[in-house]
């Protein structure tokens, strides 16, 4: 369980100030600065209730100085009120059952209309969160082999438990959508729960969209606004129980320095809930969480792997997809495949092939294929190449064959 109260997180079987006990205390405390004039009586009416098997929750000195050595120690206080010096139990441990001394406490703050949120943690989901270890996902590959689709797959699959070397074999053998089928209802939940941003790099993309910067305003004012992934940051950082995902289209497109900025060392793993910075236009202490992946996608026509930053090389894992024409099931589409990607390795090279998904489809219409998705990517591979006949390529098939 999490709870965040008066702006600071409360956590279950945490061992510092921040777990559930010191939020029971913070809640008692808070209590007494709202009500001034209460006597002891009063207090221990209110708060020995919530106490399933101690009514000695509130004890003023007298009291508590009157208890075994072993007992004074499951006290905090002294605290200051009224003349009087109160102490209050840190014992707060549930015993099953209806015994809920925690959860009486925080459904008292919720009576009392204090500032207070719960957060029911997903225990297997906190074990999956700690499972996966790597963090940065890169999803690479030539146009077609469904980058932007498989990064559904892989989220569904995190979040459904699967270990990194299962979740990694399926993307990158581009097996079957079967996975995806049966984990969408997951994915969809996700969508729902506002824990996934998709956005796209491009040249123009910037540190201030992505992290914060001054913006101007309808008055014409300039105000700082926080940017997508410093607000799934702190979206993440405030429920630990799930994760979150920022899925970035084509990476490679932006200047990958500029956009990150000083963050680009807080993404590595074993950073993670560790190290902060302070942000250059807030002055705010940031860190990343480690419950936060980040999934990218970037096409290997456009710029070669090994060309990439290599500060982003180094904190990313990279997946390469492949074709995989055991997909395709038309078998004119398949030959089609297989003939166009032997003629293109030979001549380009593997960043080039064309993808299965051209390819597939229970309806689908080779030659709209040919002629509106195929053809115009053909024309580009081989804009300088004067000799080649590109009609040829696409229609001759079953004579080459």
Same mark, same amino acid.
């Given at each position: 369980m999490t709870v965040i109260f008066n702006g600071n997180r409360y956590e279950k079987n945490s +061992?510092?100030?921040r777990a559930l006990r010191y939020l029971c205390f913070e809640i008692f405390n808070y209590y007494l600065k709202l009500h001034p004039g209460l006597s002891y009586d009063d207090i221990k009416m209110v708060f020995s209730s919530m106490h399933c098997n101690n009514h000695s929750v509130v004890l003023i000195e007298s009291d508590w100085l009157l208890k075994p050595d072993n007992t004074r120690k499951r006290y905090f206080g002294p605290i200051d009120y009224n003349g009087l010096k109160l102490y209050f139990t840190t014992q707060w441990g549930n015993n099953g059952g209806?015994?809920?001394n925690i959860? +009486?406490?925080i459904n008292f703050a919720k009576q009392e209309k204090f500032d207070i949120k719960v957060i029911e943690n997903n225990f297997?989901? #906190?074990a999956n969160i700690k499972k996966n270890?790597?963090?940065?996902?890169?999803l690479y590959g030539p146009p077609g082999v469904g980058k932007t689709h498989n990064y559904q797959r892989l989220i569904s699959m995190i979040e459904s438990g699967e270990d990194e070397k299962t979740i990694f074999d399926i993307i990158t053998n581009s097996q079957s959508s079967e996975v995806l089928e049966l984990n969408q209802e997951a994915y969809k939940e996700i969508e729902n729960q506002k824990r996934?941003?998709?956005i796209t790099f491009h040249q123009s993309y910037s540190y201030e969209d992505f992290i914060e910067g001054f913006r101007p305003t309808k008055e014409g004012n300039i105000k700082l606004k926080k940017g997508i992934f410093k607000t799934l940051a702190q979206k993440a950082l405030d429920n630990k129980a799930q994760n979150y995902y920022i899925v970035i289209d084509e990476i490679n497109r932006g200047n990958i320095s500029k956009i990150f900025g000083e963050l680009i060392t807080l993404i590595e793993e074993d950073k993670r809930d560790v190290y902060a910075v302070t942000l250059p236009y807030s002055k705010e202490k940031f860190v990343i969480p480690s419950n #936060?992946?980040?999934i990218a996608t970037m096409n290997s026509t456009d710029k070669s792997i090994a060309t990439i930053d290599i500060a982003l090389r180094r904190r990313f894992t990279f997946l390469k997809m492949e074709p995989n024409s055991h997909l395709v099931f038309n078998e004119d589409a398949k030959r089609l495949m297989l003939y166009l990607n032997e003629y293109i390795e030979k001549t380009l090279g593997k960043d080039f #092939?064309?993808?299965h998904s051209y390819f597939m489809g229970e309806k689908l219409d080779l030659k709209f294929v040919k002629e509106y998705k195929i053809r115009p990517l053909l024309e580009e591979y081989f804009y300088s190449d004067d000799n080649l006949d590109i009609d040829r390529l696409l229609y001759g098939v079953d004579d080459a064959l």
């Open positions: +061992h510092n100030n209806d015994c809920d959860n +009486h406490m297997s989901q #906190l270890k790597i963090k940065n996902i890169i996934v941003e998709f #936060l992946y980040i #092939l064309l993808g």
